[in-house]
């Protein structure tokens, strides 16, 4: 029962502000899209008390959905350990971020439409981690690419926010028909979509089949979570208003791809390369996006690319069979990446939308809570100890090490160990360009209301302290938690984990990080321009990713649109069904002379018809 | 029975006779009254053929009500009956007897002179009391249509033969100013 | 000696032909309702005449029927033939031509 609960109270804020938002009072619109989110947020911690979730599972069922033969799927949810983590992710920082949004979008003309996004979004995304099968995940999947969808596109009336809008759902939809292939494929293959009974059946599946199941899933989550190579989205997604960048640009949303494997890692451990590709992709991804995050000067996108390198990170985690320590990053990420992109906004809200960073600076003074907000962030991010991302990047890391040891690639490491030195400095430049030194841009910054400070607090909070969560010193609650959930797939990483081979593995990431805040400072401690050369021309095109696409797809596509429009259309089928026309006419004109108008001649005819019948039956 | 062959000689002659007449002839009169000779003729052939029934209601509907109703016709467009433009479609004429001539020798080609003499009819078949119970019986539904099929004409008659207060197509000639009041369709 | 079936069949077909010539020919108007009636009398003849062969007392049905449809026909059709009398003042059917194409 509480499973629904969870669920329908951000769907009915969603119904209510959606249908009636606009006539509402402003206070009340705010009061129903947070208090929905806020009481989805304590129904998930009742549900997860729930001994069942710790047990086998807290399930809820609907309806049969589809019965065909022996194959049916059921409308249901369920909670376990893990769905009981996302869920509380997603509505605890759902709901502060809520809460910002109160101040941040208060001036905003469609407050009520994007309160009702924002709602459904939520309950989109909590029947995504609360899905009972496979086909309600989709369901949810399909329903939170719509929210993004919409949210990016929410200032409609600018045209770089519609387009942006269009390009992260046309992206998607080319990851999702492969997470569809995938599902139709486990289907068929494995007869069931029930998360239990298909990790039962993964032992028993062709190996080549699994393998290409799983690899259309992934990239599914690759569309999803703005992996390479369908990262392309992710970066105009910052078109769409902060706080839903925060939200579901960083914090919920594209983190579904790392929860999916996650939830289907049985399947995935037997499948054969995929967790390889997983991995490598995930490298690749982490260093790429840090080091375009080098050279951005829009500080969302900064922000946006970091968030690619993360989820890269998170996906590494994946790949290498360390997927405690993913959920955990994950986790550790939804704090800290929320609350910078809180803070972004929180400049961008006293800077009348100022992001670009040669624009911004000196913000440290007139800023201080916010600058404080952002640096706890960022020390995260760069995982100094003992912020939270120290802990869970570590882990990461020290999992892709005996990976490596086990006979995976040492290169998985080295990018993952390369990524926290670029992220350092990145971090340090955003850090640097709009805090430090004197204010670029006139004007008269102001520090954001409480209402927008106080989640910012929050999040800090959390940022400081998640680490506590895996922490080795605190006895890595969260990991034990989640222990049960990944043990019966026989991954033991967690279990007799000896300490660290050697502390330089351990050190070193510190090293790492701390050696790129200094690099950073001293690279930016005057807000140079630096423009790395060749290099940077290389990186601020994003490494010619976007203009090899243009080139291979979208400029083809578009000449055999235009094709297709030009010649294909108007000649081709205008011409054949005008052809049809002129052709009937033509006849028509032809025969008219037939048609004399006179009865007696129609009688003529009429006969010689019945003539030829009757002749046809006697001498046939 | 070579009566009835006289019999059937006579009456078939008979029809054919007023057959050539309601065809040939150019006085709408002598069409009707020709028409009148079939249908009397066909009457002793149905009285011949055991279908007492069928042959009154042939005298009583078709001679008596459908000939009467073409004579009113004739009467009332009188004046008009003989004149015609001349035929316009030349080709008509001998296309059509070739088409005749064609369907009538089919149609003769069909007939075999093999079929066995018929049974002798009893006494019932044909009679008023014989058809009437088949009608009231197994037929009565589409009896029934019948009489709602009549009832359609009627009115169907009635409103196409009411003066119109507006003519559709009017030529110049007809263009009566019709009388005030008159319903409007 | 009786008289066999197929006389009766040859004078219907006959008559239809009649029937058929006179439509086809004639432009009265009148006329050639009068050679509609005439065809449907040939097919009641044999209707009637194999209703005899075989006894059948469903062939004389047929032509009751048949009967009641002409009479119909004919009030109809004598109906319109006066309105277009009235409207067009011909009954020469090669003139009421409008369905021309």
Redesign the interface.
């Given at each position: 029962m509480v499973l629904e609960v969870i669920v329908a109270l951000p769907l009915a804020g969603w119904l209510i502000n959606g249908l009636a938002g606009g006539r509402l009072p402003r206070g009340v619109v705010g009061a129903i899209g947070c208090g929905t989110v806020g009481a989805a947020c304590a129904a998930s911690v009742m549900a997860a008390g729930d001994p069942a979730v710790a047990g086998g599972g807290l399930t809820a069922t609907l309806f049969t959905w589809l019965s065909a033969g022996e194959f049916t799927v059921s409308a249901g949810l369920f909670m376990d350990r893990l769905s009981a983590l996302m869920a509380l992710v997603v509505t605890g920082v759902g709901f502060l971020i809520h809460v910002y949004s109160i101040g941040y979008m208060a001036d905003d003309p469609a407050y009520a439409r994007y309160f009702a996004y924002l709602n459904l979004f939520v309950a989109s995304m909590l029947l995504l981690v609360l899905g009972g099968n496979l086909l309600v995940l989709f369901v949810g999947w399909e329903l939170v690419g719509l929210c993004s969808y919409l949210l990016i596109g929410f200032w409609f009336d600018r045209e770089r926010a519609a387009s942006s809008g269009r390009k992260a759902f046309i992206v998607n939809r080319i990851g999702d028909a492969g997470f569809l292939l995938g599902i139709l494929l486990l289907a068929t293959t494995a007869g069931n979509l029930q998360f239990d009974r298909l990790a039962a059946a993964s032992g028993g599946m062709a190996p080549g089949l699994l393998t290409a199941a799983t690899l259309l899933l992934f990239a599914g989550a690759t569309g999803k979570s703005a992996q390479l190579p369908l990262y392309v989205w992710l970066p105009d997604a910052m078109e769409g208003p902060t706080p839903v960048s925060a939200l579901i640009h960083a914090a919920t949303m594209v983190t579904a791809g790392v929860y999916m494997i996650a939830r289907l890692h049985p399947l995935f451990l037997h499948a054969g390369y995929t967790l390889s590709v997983v991995a490598a992709v995930g490298a690749v991804t982490a260093f790429f996006a840090a080091t375009v995050a080098l050279v951005e000067w829009d500080l969302k996108r900064v922000l946006a690319y970091s968030t690619i390198s993360q989820l890269g990170y998170m996906f590494l985690a994946m790949g290498v069979v360390m997927m405690p320590a993913g959920m955990f990053h994950l986790t550790t990420h939804a704090f800290f990446k929320a609350l910078l992109f809180l803070a972004a906004g929180s400049v961008m809200h006293a800077m009348r939308g100022v992001v670009d960073m040669r624009r911004l600076g000196g913000l440290a003074g007139p800023m201080r809570w916010t600058a404080a907000g952002f640096a706890v962030g960022g020390l995260a991010l760069a995982g100094v100890p003992p912020f939270a991302g120290f802990f869970s990047k570590d882990l990461i890391l020290e999992g892709a090490f005996e990976w490596a040891q086990r006979g995976g690639a040492m290169l998985v490491w080295i990018a993952g160990l390369a990524t926290a030195f670029v992220t350092a400095v990145y971090v340090t430049r955003a850090m640097m360009l709009t805090f430090a030194g004197p204010a670029a841009d006139p004007g008269h910054p102001h520090e954001a209301p409480a209402v927008m400070g106080l989640p910012m607090a929050v999040l800090a909070a959390l940022s400081f302290g998640g680490g506590l969560l895996g922490a080795r010193v605190a006895g890595e609650p969260l990991l034990r938690y989640l222990e049960p959930f990944f043990v019966d797939s026989a991954i033991g990483v967690l279990k007799d984990r000896p300490m660290p081979a050697a502390g330089v593995i351990t050190a070193l990431p510190v090293a790492v990080s701390l050696a790129g805040i200094l690099a950073g400072f001293a690279l930016y401690r005057d807000r140079r321009e630096v423009t790395l050369g060749a290099l940077g021309r290389f990186l601020s095109h994003q490494w010619y990713i976007e203009t090899l696409y243009d080139a291979v797809i979208v400029t083809p596509a578009k000449r055999l649109a235009h094709l297709l429009a030009d010649v294909v259309e108007t000649r081709g089928i205008d011409g054949a069904v005008n052809g049809v026309g002129a052709l009937v006419g033509r006849a028509g004109l032809a025969v008219?002379?037939?048609?004399?108008?006179?009865?007696?001649n129609y009688?003529?005819a009429i006969?010689a018809g019945t003539i030829l019948m009757l002749g046809y039956w006697l001498f046939r | 029975?070579?009566v009835?062959?006289i019999i059937?000689v006579f009456a078939?002659l008979g029809?054919?006779a007023g057959?050539?007449g309601?065809?040939a002839s150019r006085l709408?009169v002598r069409?009707?009254l020709s028409?009148l000779l079939?249908?009397g003729s066909?009457a002793v052939?149905?009285l011949?053929?055991?279908?007492q029934?069928?042959a009154v209601?042939?005298v009583i509907?078709?001679a008596g009500?459908?000939v009467v109703?073409?004579l009113f016709?004739?009467m009332?467009?009188h004046r008009?009956?003989g004149a015609?433009?001349p035929?316009?479609?030349r080709w008509?004429?001998p296309?059509?007897?070739g088409?005749?001539?064609a369907?009538?020798i089919l149609?003769?080609l069909t007939?075999?002179?093999a079929?066995n003499?018929?049974?002798p009819?009893?006494a019932e078949?044909?009679t008023v009391e014989?058809?009437g119970r088949?009608?009231f019986t197994s037929?009565a539904l589409?009896f029934e249509v019948?009489s709602v099929?009549?009832l359609?004409?009627?009115i169907?008659?009635v409103v196409?033969?009411r003066?119109?207060s507006r003519?559709?197509?009017?030529?110049p000639?007809?263009s009566a100013p019709s009388p005030v009041g008159a319903p409007r369709r | 000696?009786?008289?066999?079936?197929?006389?009766?069949?040859?004078?219907s077909?006959?008559?239809?032909?009649?029937?058929?010539?006179?439509?086809?020919?004639?432009?009265?108007a009148?006329?050639?309702?009068?050679?509609i009636?005439?065809m449907l009398?040939a097919v009641?003849?044999t209707f009637?005449?194999f209703?005899?062969?075989r006894?059948a007392?469903?062939g004389?049905?047929a032509?009751?029927?048949v009967?009641?449809?002409?009479?119909?026909?004919?009030?109809?059709g004598?109906?319109?033939?006066?309105?277009i009398?009235?409207?067009?003042?011909?009954?020469?059917?090669?003139?009421?031509?409008?369905?021309?194409?």
């Open positions: 008219r002379g037939l048609q004399t108008g006179f009865v007696r009688a003529a006969l | 029975m070579v009835e062959v059937f078939a029809a054919l057959g050539l309601v065809v709408p069409n009707a028409l079939v249908l066909l052939t149905y011949l053929l055991a279908a029934f069928i209601l042939q509907v078709y009500a459908i109703l073409f016709v004739v009332l467009l008009q009956l015609m433009s035929d316009r479609l008509q004429g296309v059509a007897i088409l005749s001539a369907f009538l149609m003769l007939l075999r002179f079929t003499a018929a049974a009819a009893p078949f044909g014989s058809v088949a009608l037929f589409p019948a099929i009549l359609v004409g009627i169907a008659a196409i033969g003066p119109a003519p559709v197509a009017a030529p000639r007809s | 000696m009786s008289v066999p079936l197929e006389a009766y069949l040859a004078l077909a006959l008559l239809f032909v009649l029937g058929t010539t006179g439509v086809l020919v004639r432009r009265n009148l006329v050639v309702f009068m050679s009636e005439l009398n009641n003849l009637v005449a209703a005899r062969q006894l007392i469903e004389q049905l032509v009751f029927f009967v009641v449809v002409a009479a119909v026909e004919v009030v109809v004598l109906a319109i033939l006066i309105a009398f009235r409207t067009r003042d011909t009954v020469d059917i090669d003139d009421v031509d409008l369905l021309r194409g």
